[in-house]
């Protein structure tokens, strides 16, 4: 999908009325983190209206495309978690320091401060002041890996800013024109979603600008995402020193890790939403299918949940920034994910009841390299359907 280059004026009136609205809803949060959870169901139903209204409002902040989907992901995913944070995991948070920690960390990064859920006052009242004193002493005592971290996080904001800026101003413009125009003027993109069964009748280009796709998937948002870190981190720790280096790990896996499906998601990808939704997926199959979430049949519920959610989440999310078609693939693509997952998972089950695992064992190299040529070739064949209904469908058609 072609994006403009970032368009995002924080000054522009309208720009402040979501930020206003996430705000206060985020004050809310930390109230509610540090009360008692008779309140909770109260203080979240604020909480939530206001993140509703942030997240409607989320056109209002940029024109950039990419940048509102990433916007609007978080918002909505942040709303997940804090529900879950509140009224599903229950935790309670006696400080405003405690509960800072918690308030935007989907992922559930641990240190002495976020060990904080109430078993009883005394033992969470020795906990804290333990934790606030190994607070005092690592920033006492840090400075230079602060330092360290502040020129390592600029370098790297700076090096995906220019990176970012020559994708979307000058390489993707060029390649995509030129693939355009290549493609035959009598085959409509939605022909064009459809490649295996066409193989008499794929060409070059059409084939080129599956291969663009799958790179553009993966590289936009690891660019993007990855330059929202940086910059959040270096304000959160370098700025206003509310966090530590270690609070900040990376994003993102090695590519290298991605010769499965299963890998390309758990190594790869991000981990933001991963045990929010896994907490949603095990509470729908316990109370909702009553089937265990430990039981096999429960794991693969549980599984086929998170992929859920997650096309739920971004089919929203798609539709909210002004697609009006071509929203539903994205529910349709992370429950194709889910099935590639289960359809890998049974042919490695298959090759070692035929060839043995000690066979297995002494072709890794072959293993990976169809392992790498499965994932890639999955997200080639899928991603397109993802795509190019939203290139044919335009904003607000």
Same mark, same amino acid.
């Given at each position: 999908?072609?994006?403009?280059?970032?368009?995002f004026?924080?000054?522009?009136?309208?720009a402040?009325?979501?930020l206003?609205? =996430?705000?206060?809803?985020? =004050?809310?949060?930390?109230?509610?983190?540090?009360?008692?959870?008779?309140?909770r169901?109260?203080?979240l139903?604020?909480?939530?209206?206001?993140?509703?209204?942030?997240?409607?409002?989320?056109?209002?902040?940029?024109?950039?495309?990419?940048?509102? @989907?990433?916007?609007g992901?978080?918002?909505?995913?942040?709303l997940?978690?804090? !529900?879950?944070?509140?009224?599903?995991?229950?935790?309670?948070?006696?400080? #405003? !320091?405690?509960?800072?920690?918690m308030?935007?960390?989907?992922?559930?990064?641990?240190?002495?401060?976020?060990?904080d859920?109430?078993? !009883?006052?005394?033992d969470?009242?020795?906990?804290?002041?333990?934790?606030?004193d190994?607070?005092a002493?690592?920033?006492?005592?840090?400075s230079?890996?602060? @330092?360290?971290?502040?020129?390592?996080?600029?370098?790297?904001?700076?090096?995906?800013?220019?990176?970012?800026? *020559?994708?979307?101003?000058s *390489?993707?413009p060029?390649?995509?024109?030129?693939?355009?125009?290549?493609?035959?003027?009598?085959?409509?993109?939605?022909?064009?979603?459809?490649?295996?069964?066409?193989i008499?009748?794929? !060409?070059?280009?059409?084939?080129?600008?599956?291969?663009?796709?799958?790179?553009? =998937?993966?590289? @936009?948002?690891?660019?993007?995402?990855?330059?929202f870190?940086?910059?959040?981190?270096?304000?959160?720790?370098?700025?206003?020193?509310?966090?530590?280096?270690t609070? #900040?790990?990376?994003?993102? +896996?090695?590519?290298?890790?991605?010769?499965?499906?299963?890998? =390309?998601w758990?190594? *790869?990808?991000?981990?933001?939403?991963?045990?929010?939704?896994?907490?949603?997926?095990s509470?729908?199959?316990?109370?909702?299918f009553?089937i265990?979430?430990?039981?096999?049949p429960?794991?693969?519920?549980?599984?086929?949940?998170?992929?859920f959610?997650? +096309?739920?989440?971004?089919?929203?999310?798609?539709?909210?920034? +002004?697609?009006?078609?071509? #929203? #539903?693939?994205?529910?349709?693509? *992370?429950?194709?994910?889910?099935?590639?997952?289960?359809?890998e998972?049974?042919?490695?089950?298959?090759?070692?009841?035929v060839?043995?695992?000690?066979?297995?064992?002494?072709?890794?190299?072959?293993?990976?390299?169809?392992?790498?040529?499965?994932?890639? +070739?999955f997200?080639?064949w899928?991603?397109?359907?993802l795509?190019?209904?939203?290139?044919?469908?335009?904003v607000?058609?």
């Open positions: 999908m072609v994006q403009d280059f970032i368009h004026n924080p000054f522009k009136m309208s402040w009325q979501p206003s609205y =996430f705000s206060a809803s985020a =004050f809310l949060s930390l109230v509610a983190l540090q009360s008692q959870q008779t309140y169901p109260f203080l139903i604020l909480v939530v209206t206001l993140g509703v209204l942030a997240f409607n409002r989320i056109p209002d902040l940029t024109s950039d495309l990419s940048i509102s @989907s990433s916007i992901l978080f918002v909505f995913i942040w997940l978690h804090i !529900t879950c944070v509140l009224c599903v995991e229950q935790h309670v948070s006696l400080s #405003w !320091t405690a509960a800072y920690k308030l935007f960390n989907p992922r559930r990064i641990v240190d002495d401060s976020q060990r859920v109430k078993k !009883t006052k005394d969470t009242a020795a906990a804290e002041k333990k934790s606030s190994a607070v002493h690592t920033k006492a005592t840090s230079q890996s602060h @330092s360290k971290f502040l020129v390592k996080q600029l370098i790297l904001a700076l090096t995906l800013y220019t990176i970012r800026h *020559f994708y979307y101003k *390489f993707t060029y390649i995509l024109t030129n693939l355009l125009q290549q493609l035959p003027h009598s085959t409509p993109l939605s022909t064009l979603t459809v490649y295996i069964r066409r008499p009748y794929i !060409t070059l280009p059409e084939t080129l600008l599956r291969i663009f796709i799958v790179i553009d =998937f993966v590289l @936009s948002t690891y660019l993007l995402n990855n330059l870190h940086a910059i959040f981190s270096i304000t959160f720790v370098s700025l206003l020193r509310l966090d530590s280096p609070d #900040w790990p990376p994003l993102f +896996g090695s590519l290298s890790t991605t010769y499965s499906l299963r890998a =390309f758990s190594r *790869f990808w991000h981990r933001l939403v991963a045990r929010t939704y896994l907490s949603y997926s509470l729908l199959t316990l109370k909702l009553r265990d979430p430990r039981s096999t429960g794991r693969l519920l549980v599984a086929f949940l998170i992929f959610l997650s +096309g739920m989440a971004h089919a929203v999310v798609t539709w909210r920034i +002004g697609f009006r078609c071509g #929203w #539903w693939q994205d529910l349709w693509w *992370f429950c194709a994910n889910f099935a590639g997952i289960q359809v998972e049974v042919v490695k089950v298959v090759a070692k009841a060839l043995g695992k000690k066979v297995l064992r002494g072709l890794p190299g072959l293993e990976r390299a169809v392992g790498y040529a499965w994932t890639w +070739g997200l080639f899928s991603l397109p359907k795509q190019y209904p939203k290139m044919m469908c335009g607000g058609m």
